[in-house]
């Protein structure tokens, strides 16, 4: 079973930046893969980027060149940081995790831009 922990949500001007953190219960060396997705108001929820257990990433197009997931075995925790941010990345952002056919989610974390 894993736990997953978001923070580092808030409300921030458009054009400024903004780094989430996933904390898990356990070590995420041994998880398939990680991912954050987001849910806008009225919207289904859609993935924003992915990192494997090899570290091969994959991005959303609305986000490619402006958000990167990365992983820190170490400590267990996964991050997204996202720069240049836009109106529309104003969301509840999940962090998602893969591990032995099961998928978990942690509890969500508000992203505003206001413009």
């Known amino acids: 079973q894993v736990q997953l922990v978001e923070s580092g949500g808030g409300l921030v001007q458009a054009g400024r930046s903004l780094r989430l953190s996933c904390a898990a219960s356990r070590s995420i060396f041994s998880i398939n893969s990680m991912a954050w997705y987001r849910q806008a108001p009225g919207k289904q929820r859609e993935l924003v980027a992915v990192i494997r257990s090899g570290g091969d990433t994959n991005y959303a197009d609305s986000v490619k060149g402006r958000f990167t997931i990365s992983r820190d075995n170490a400590v267990n925790t996964v991050y997204l940081q996202m720069n240049s941010l836009k109106p529309e990345d104003t969301a509840v952002y999940y962090c998602?995790?893969?591990?032995?056919?099961?998928?978990?989610w942690g509890q969500g974390t508000q992203v505003t831009a206001s413009s």
């Open positions: 998602n995790a893969l591990f032995l056919g099961t998928v978990y």
